[in-house]
């Protein structure tokens, strides 16, 4: 399993804007470039749903409803991943997951908490 770090959540406006980070782990320097990983969120009483998702061929995915206001990127050097969040609204109040398959092996951060109040 590999551990993976998310940072950048809190509390928020709505319309605000926050950046969240996945931190992967140095064993995986070599691979990160290749490496696909993805953003999941998954509010109260709702079942995990991909939010954004980047390959490693640069083709990125977003989910319909926060098309033009996320954005998933990469830094191969920092070996981290972000997902910019812009005009924020209540209802992207979820606990947020970073996601990569590893050698077969679905692989999940603790989750990070983001909060938008109205």
């Known amino acids: 399993q590999l551990r993976l770090v998310e940072s950048g959540g809190g509390l928020v406006q709505a319309g605000g804007s926050l950046r969240l980070s996945c931190r992967f782990p140095t064993t995986i320097l070599s691979t990160f470039n290749g490496m696909d990983m993805a953003w999941y969120r998954q509010a109260p009483g709702k079942e995990r749903e991909l939010v954004a998702a980047?390959?490693?061929?640069?083709?990125?995915n977003y989910a319909e409803d926060i098309k033009d206001r996320f954005t998933i990127s990469k830094d191969n050097t920092k070996r981290t991943m972000y997902l910019q969040m812009n005009s924020l609204k209540p209802e992207d109040t979820a606990v947020y997951y970073c996601?990569?398959?590893?050698?077969?092996?679905?692989?999940w951060g603790r989750g990070i908490q983001v909060t938008v109040s109205s």
């Open positions: 980047r390959a490693s061929g640069r083709d990125t």
């Open positions: 996601n990569t398959d590893y050698y077969g092996q679905t692989n």
